[in-house]
């Protein structure tokens, strides 16, 4: 039936004028190619568009996943049964899945990590080493940390932080020059901690337990402003715990039969699997 009428096309085409192609789509992933000049027929095989899917929660991501999972393969000459074939994928801001019907055709399920506001401001001071005026600081750790009893407001809160300056002369060689030697002094600072730790979410929703961040108090006596600074890496190996968290949920969840790799689908990081215990 299908020969009949690809002959017809192709005799109707000669007559027609002109380079003009037709395009006749024989399945969802083949497609045939007619050229009315030449009357040449191409059959070519293509990919179908990925289908996405998001989820909200975890629970969302695995029902998804284990409803396609479980789906009837549309047979095909090499391949029957059931599609089967869920690999997962998760980094410190998406989880993915990929899976294939067997049609050429991939089923993308995606479920966003949305980072808290706490561990984006943490981020923030640690790439740029912020500093504020302390009455800025205190006020950032409760109200954008949530933490209206850490311990370092009540010992900021004590601190006098007036800076004294004052001048002196050098001679430098047989010239006399007046310059400003500043000296700082803040009194009460030598009893603020060098270090503590702030007690965060790294994800909304709960996604992971909350992470104790070590940060570095560091103070810039010139100008009488302090910071809360996490020392260079410290946000990533916080993200890298939390990964480990979800990496061991989504496998309890999902089973042994579907791997879950840190990293990405496209090869670009590293792929470490989660076994189930």
Not at 109 to 135: D, G, H, M, R
Request: aromatic share 6%; proline share 6%; charged share 25%.
């Amino acid at each position: 039936m299908l020969s009949e009428a690809i002959k017809t096309l192709a005799d109707l085409g000669k007559k027609a004028a002109g380079p003009e192609m037709l395009q006749l789509w024989k399945s969802d992933h083949r497609r045939i190619i007619f050229n009315h000049a030449t009357g040449d027929l191409k059959e070519y095989s293509e990919p179908m568009p990925a289908r996405r899917h998001i989820a909200e929660t975890k629970d969302d991501f695995v029902r998804i996943i284990q409803t396609l999972n479980s789906r009837p393969a549309i047979p095909r000459e090499e391949d029957e049964g059931i599609a089967g074939n869920a690999v997962v994928w998760l980094n410190s801001h998406e989880a993915v899945a990929v899976l294939n019907d067997h049609t050429y055709r991939d089923d993308v399920v995606v479920w966003p990590l949305p980072w808290s506001p706490q561990a984006i401001l943490l981020s923030q001071w640690e790439s740029q080493k912020t500093v504020f005026e302390p009455a800025v600081l205190i006020k950032a750790i409760r109200l954008e940390l949530g933490l209206p009893n850490h311990p370092l407001i009540a010992g900021m809160s004590a601190v006098d932080w007036q800076v004294t300056n004052s001048t002196a002369s050098r001679t430098e060689r047989t010239k006399e020059s007046l310059g400003k030697n500043i000296h700082a002094e803040i009194a009460g600072v030598s009893e603020l901690s060098e270090t503590t730790t702030v007690a965060v979410p790294l994800y909304t929703h709960g996604i992971a337990s909350r992470a104790d961040v070590a940060c570095h108090v560091e103070i810039d006596p010139q100008r009488g402003q302090i910071g809360l600074i996490p020392p260079p890496g410290e946000m990533d190996l916080q993200f890298e715990m939390a990964m480990v968290e979800i990496q061991a949920a989504l496998t309890k969840a999902l089973g042994e039969d579907i791997p879950v790799y840190q990293g990405s689908p496209d090869g670009e990081s590293q792929s470490v699997r989660c076994e189930v215990d």
